[in-house]
C-alpha cells in the first residue's frame, strides 16, 4: 500500500515540478525565454484534492562565467489526504538555457515520515550521471550510465515544450534521471482537444506517454548499452497548450488505485510575455 500511494504521488508531482553549482559548458549571452515563469497545479486522487505543486523558473544565472538556470518545485499535501499520508517534497533542477538538460538536479522527499535526497551532477558529455542519496542520515554515492541527452522530471518538461512542428501522430522521446530509476518516456500527439481548468477554456494537444524502467550498462566514451527493465512501467496523457507557450494543463495518470491528475490553477508568464 504505501509503495503503491508512493508511485502515485511521484508519478504526478514529477509530471506537475538553490545550492550554486559549477558547470561544464559556456556560452554567450544565452536567454530562456521562461524566465520568471510560475505554474500552480492542483493534483487530485479520485477526483478529490491531495496535493498543491508550484514549479518556478528563474533567470539565466552564472557559475564561473558558465550559463545555467535555477527551477525550482514544491509539493505539499492537503486536506484528508495530508492527515493519512502527509508530502513536503521540493525540487531544485538546474538547467543549461539552451539545451534545456540539467547539469545538477536535487531532490528532497519527505512521504508520510519517510525522508530521502538525492543529489545527481550530470555529464552528458561522458554520459555519467554521479548520484549521492541520502535516506536516514546515511549516504550512498555511485555513478550511473546514462545516454546523452538525459533529462531529470522537470527538465524534460522544457525540452517538450520548445520541439517544433506539433501535429497529430508526432512521436517524441525523453530519457529521464533522479537518482533511482533510468527510464524512458515515449509520447505521441493523440489529437487536439479542448480542455476545462479553473482557469478556463484551453485549445491543447492531448500526448499520450508510455514509461519504460530501463537498465543500462556502461561504455567507455559511448552511450549506455540499455535494455528494458520494466515496460510500460505508466501510462498517462499530458496536455498541452495549443499555442507558442505549450502550457502543461493537465497531467492524468492510471494506476491501480484510481485516476490521479493534475491541473493548472494558476499561471504567472514568464518575463519576456509580460505586457
Request: proline content about 4%; aromatic content about 12%; overall charge positive.
Amino acid at each position: 500500500m504505501k509503495s503503491t500511494l508512493r508511485t502515485v504521488v511521484l508519478a504526478l508531482v514529477v509530471s506537475a515540478l538553490f545550492a550554486t553549482p559549477a558547470f561544464a559548458q559556456d556560452e554567450q549571452t544565452p536567454t530562456f525565454k521562461f524566465a520568471g515563469e510560475e505554474f500552480y497545479y492542483s493534483i487530485q486522487l479520485n477526483g478529490v484534492e491531495a496535493i498543491r505543486v508550484s514549479v518556478r523558473a528563474g533567470d539565466v544565472k552564472y557559475r564561473k562565467g558558465r550559463p545555467y538556470v535555477p527551477i525550482s518545485g514544491i509539493a505539499n499535501s492537503t486536506g484528508f489526504f495530508d492527515a493519512v499520508y502527509s508530502v513536503r517534497d521540493k525540487a531544485n533542477t538546474f538547467i543549461h538555457p539552451k539545451s534545456y538538460r540539467p547539469m545538477r538536479s536535487q531532490k528532497f522527499f519527505n512521504e508520510n515520515g519517510d525522508e530521502r535526497e538525492y543529489h545527481v551532477d550530470f555529464t552528458h558529455s561522458t554520459y555519467k550521471a554521479r548520484v549521492k542519496k541520502v535516506k536516514k542520515k546515511r549516504e550512498r554515492k555511485f555513478t550511473m550510465a546514462v545516454p546523452g541527452t538525459t533529462h531529470d522530471m522537470i527538465s524534460w518538461f522544457y525540452d517538450l515544450r520548445t520541439r517544433e512542428e506539433f501535429h497529430v501522430g508526432k512521436v517524441m522521446t525523453f530519457y529521464v534521471y533522479d537518482g533511482w530509476k533510468l527510464s524512458r518516456i515515449t509520447g505521441r500527439i493523440a489529437k487536439k482537444e479542448d480542455v476545462y481548468t479553473p482557469m478556463g477554456w484551453f485549445k491543447a494537444w492531448r500526448i499520450d506517454f508510455d514509461r519504460d524502467v530501463l537498465r543500462s550498462r556502461r561504455q567507455r566514451n559511448k552511450e549506455p548499452i540499455m535494455s528494458v527493465k520494466t515496460q510500460s512501467a505508466t501510462q498517462a496523457s499530458l496536455w498541452v497548450s495549443r499555442d507558442e507557450n505549450r502550457l502543461p494543463i493537465k497531467v492524468r495518470v492510471s494506476t491501480s488505485m484510481g485516476t490521479g491528475e493534475a491541473v493548472i490553477i494558476k499561471y504567472k508568464p514568464a518575463n519576456a510575455n509580460k505586457q
